[in-house]
């Protein structure tokens, strides 16, 4: 089970407020498992190190979406390079790059394309990735590419108009896999790792029962406090992700 941060990371969130943590390992280690897969649910978003250095609880390689559905953006009128069909009902790839239609992709930083099947009109699927009649790349039938000038990784899919021709029916026309997250390796993400290990030592404070009130400056400040404290430094660091 995964995690984007360590048990370290953790203690080393709670030393700061004076507190040692639990005895028990698997009191962080759960809570990590589930803080880190409520922000990938909730962001779209996967995060990995390729190297593995040092890494129990952290990821070494992408993560993968199954059977994405996407409907394609359409317009009655006949985009670049379309041939115009008189058909009643018959609409066209709406273009917004070129003579690319883009579809937007419920996850960031996608890496690859793993199959890309696109309904014809008949109601057949063609898997264009597997078909030697259709390429991949810019210039060609398809690419994917992540567009975020603040380094938030979304992620769009773009496909040549011309390749997918009129249609009526433009409701989940293309069924994808991909795999998707960032490499530590190629880019550090120290805020997804540090805000990780915040709201996860907040949870700690609140499920290690043992914990009753925590002396601050002479003072007792009561868990529920301290948990509220960690958790909002912690969603301040994870906040552009959401």
């Not at 994808?176 to 700690?204: F, I, K, M």
Request: glycine share 8%; charged share 30%.
């Amino acid at each position: 089970m995964d995690g984007y941060c360590e048990p370290e990371d953790v203690r080393t969130a709670l030393q700061e407020t004076s507190l040692s943590g639990p005895t028990n390992e698997s009191i962080i280690t759960d809570d990590i498992v589930a803080i880190s897969d409520w922000l990938r649910k909730q962001s779209g978003r996967h995060w990995y190190d390729s190297t593995g250095a040092d890494a129990d609880r952290v990821p070494t390689g992408p993560e993968t979406a199954t059977t994405v559905r996407l409907d394609v953006p359409n317009s009655p009128h006949a985009q670049r390079d379309q041939i115009h069909r008189h058909n009643r009902g018959v609409r066209y790839p709406l273009t917004s790059d070129g003579p690319y239609a883009r579809l937007s992709l419920p996850h960031a930083f996608v890496e690859s394309i793993d199959t890309l099947e696109i309904r014809d009109r008949s109601g057949d699927v063609t898997d264009w990735v597997a078909s030697s009649d259709y390429q991949e790349g810019r210039g060609e039938d398809y690419y994917v590419q992540e567009e975020d000038k603040e380094g938030h990784g979304r992620s769009y899919l773009y496909l040549r108009a011309a390749s997918i021709g009129a249609r009526r029916d433009w409701e989940g026309l293309v069924t994808a896999d991909y795999a998707y997250g960032l490499d530590y390796d190629d880019e550090p993400w120290d805020d997804v790792q540090r805000g990780v290990a915040l709201l996860t030592a907040a949870q700690v404070v609140v499920d290690d029962d043992v914990l009753a009130a925590i002396p601050d400056d002479g003072q007792l400040i009561g868990v529920d406090t301290q948990a509220q404290r960690l958790a909002d430094r912690g969603e301040r660091y994870l906040e552009p992700y959401l």
